[in-house]
């Protein structure tokens, strides 16, 4: 499978805050995470924990934590390299896989966000 060559050169880091809502659509998400549709869709068959909740006509609404753990997903195939089965064996590992410094890399990144409107 091809990675989006543009989607790989950007860090999980340097991701766009993700706004304070409860529901966010499969092209939000992309967008959030620069992860094409068709990607965010393979990935919740090939990753247990990844369960956006369903409504009416199969559409997908993704919340916060599905969004951490996109992005956690998305670091370990495009920035550190593991393949599918080792990313899944990963975050096995270690719950869900969303790290207690993911969490404070992305309070920072939204403060600094906030201070920029400010000034």
């Excluded at 805050?17 to 998400?29: A, L, N, Q």
């Excluded at 997903?73 to 790290?99: D, H, N, P, Q």
Aim: net charge positive.
């Amino acid at each position: 499978m091809s990675h989006d060559p543009v989607a790989t050169e950007v860090k999980v880091s340097e991701l766009p805050p993700i706004p304070s809502k409860r529901y966010f659509t499969i092209g939000e998400v992309s967008r959030l995470c620069m992860v094409k549709p068709h990607v965010l869709r393979y990935w919740e068959q090939e990753f247990a924990q990844l369960k956006p909740v369903t409504r009416r006509g199969n559409r997908r609404y993704y919340q916060q934590h599905d969004i951490k753990l996109i992005r956690k997903i998305r670091s370990f195939l495009y920035e550190e390299g593991f393949t599918i089965t080792g990313a899944r064996s990963k975050l096995g590992k270690k719950g869900e896989g969303v790290s207690v410094k993911a969490d404070i890399s992305e309070v920072r990144r939204e403060l600094e966000v906030l201070l920029q409107r400010l000034q």
